[in-house]
């Protein structure tokens, strides 16, 4: 069945505010479902988790399902999924964790075509243990990162390689099985930024050889909230700072405090309505896949369209290489103007493209655009063509002095 992006649309109360949305890759609108299964999470009984009455039953139930859903959507293991605030969050936990392993001299890889989530929390736990940084740079006019610029810094000092699976800035989409493989033949685990990724297409992180991945639900749909998944096995190696009476178990090892139960049936909802894209029968792991993958086409369709109207304004200068495989996210300015006013009067006009470094700023900074960055267009699930049309007119307008 073909992607029905008109039914996906009545699903989403946002949209009947008018404006065209491409300010997803920030964080993407919410259907109905969400917000609805948010809402029931928080106004049923419910306790802290346990087995004695049936309020605690539901959180419990509620936690084990989003943990079983995250696991569906990213090919994982229920219990290695750890929820967090955010996947900066997470990622500082991990980051202090791994370091207690490190030792003065080992080395860490870290690229500049990540968000600083994926960077500076490793830089940080680096110098406090005096550990090498090595830099990965992609190649600023294609937005490419070889291979070999992240496993040329291989080395058997090596203990970390944090890599994103996709750019929030250029949707560059790196090589990430043949970087973790070449990892861990180096005896290095890989932490991989999926944030971006996981919005628009499918995951399977056995596939991708990654140790760690982390992605953050409000990306896809679903609430405020980040999650790492990892094989329970590597979870159990570590040993993160953590209360005395708090369960030593994994993977509540790594989740500090009451988990937001709400959310967490949020998530578990988000995940389901990403299943039900394209409406089918089976377990929810085959109907991710086959919905993601429909997912993938519907926005590489209107990705064609985006970058095919925008080539044909002369004054518009887009970053990244539009040939390459890549998520539905494009970078660009008017020449001329800076960003900042292109995201405002794009904004009068109903069209909300943000513009800045949306803290990929080491990526931004080897583009040349510095701390500024430019103006970012992403394509979401509820995207249609008539927004693409939206967004391409109005850069049109906007270049042609109108
Ligand atoms: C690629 C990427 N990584 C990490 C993050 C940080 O995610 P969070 O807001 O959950 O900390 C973002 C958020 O914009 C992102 O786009």
Same mark, same amino acid.
């Given at each position: ?10 699903? *989403? ?8 949305? &491409?300010? #997803? ?21 419910? /306790?802290?988790?346990? %087995? ?28 290695? =999924? ?7 969050? @997470? ?51 294609? #937005? ?10 291989? %080395? ?10 996709? %750019? ?20 290095? @685990? ?21 140790? *760690? *991945? ?5 990306? &896809? ?12 096995? =590597? ?7 953590? $209360? ?9 090892? *790594?989740?500090?405090?009451? @988990? ?9 909802? /988000? ?47 887009? +970053?990244? %290489? ?17 960003? /900042?006013?292109?995201?405002?009067? $794009? ?10 470094? &949306? +803290? ?6 080897? @583009? ?9 267009? #992403? ?5 249609? /063509? ?14 042609? #002095?109108?």
């Amino acid at each position: 069945m073909a992607y029905d992006v008109n039914g996906v649309r009545k699903q *989403f109360p946002a949209l009947d505010e008018g404006a065209a949305h &491409f300010d #997803g890759p920030g964080g993407s609108q919410v259907p109905t479902v969400v917000g609805e299964a948010v809402a029931a999470a928080l106004t049923a009984a419910i /306790a802290n988790r346990g %087995s004695v009455t049936a309020a605690e039953r539901r959180a419990d139930g509620i936690v084990a399902a989003a943990r079983a859903a995250a696991a569906d959507l990213l090919g994982a293991e229920p219990g290695g =999924v750890v929820f967090g605030r955010s996947m900066t969050q @997470l990622t500082y936990d991990f980051s202090r964790a791994l370091a207690k392993q490190w030792a003065p001299g080992d080395e860490i890889v870290v690229t500049r075509l990540d968000h600083d989530a994926n960077i500076r929390p490793w830089v940080q736990a680096a110098r406090a243990r005096e550990v090498t940084v090595r830099w990965a740079d992609f190649d600023p006019v294609s #937005g490419e990162l070889p291979v070999e610029a992240v496993t040329g810094l291989l %080395s058997e000092r090596t203990r970390l390689v944090a890599v994103t699976a996709a %750019s929030n800035l250029l949707g560059t989409r790196p090589a990430i099985p043949a970087i973790t493989a070449r990892a861990r033949a180096a005896g290095a @685990l890989s932490y991989v930024d999926g944030v971006h990724l996981a919005a628009h297409g499918p995951v399977d992180m056995v596939a991708l050889g990654a140790d *760690f *991945f982390a992605c953050s639900p409000y990306k &896809f749909l679903g609430p405020h909230l980040g999650l790492v998944a990892a094989p329970p096995a =590597v979870l159990e190696t570590l040993r993160p700072d953590k $209360l005395l009476p708090s369960t030593d178990a994994v993977p509540e090892r *790594f989740e500090l405090g009451t @988990l937001p139960y709400e959310l967490l049936a949020g998530t578990t909802a /988000a995940i389901d309505f990403l299943a039900n894209l394209v409406p089918g029968d089976g377990p929810r792991r085959d109907r991710l896949l086959t919905s993601m993958r429909a997912l993938e086409a519907h926005e590489d369709a209107l990705l064609k369209q985006l970058d095919a109207g925008l080539a044909e304004i002369p004054a518009v200068t887009r +970053y990244g %290489s539009p040939t390459r495989h890549r998520t539905p996210t494009v970078l660009f300015s008017i020449n001329g103007m800076p960003s /900042a006013a292109v995201y405002e009067q $794009l904004g009068q006009r109903g069209v909300n493209a943000p513009a800045g470094s &949306f +803290y990929a700023i080491e990526c931004s900074r080897h @583009l040349g655009l510095g701390d500024t960055g430019a103006v970012r267009a #992403g394509i979401a699930p509820y995207t249609n /063509a008539a927004d693409v049309d939206r967004l391409v007119t109005a850069v049109r307008e906007l270049a042609a #002095g109108r």
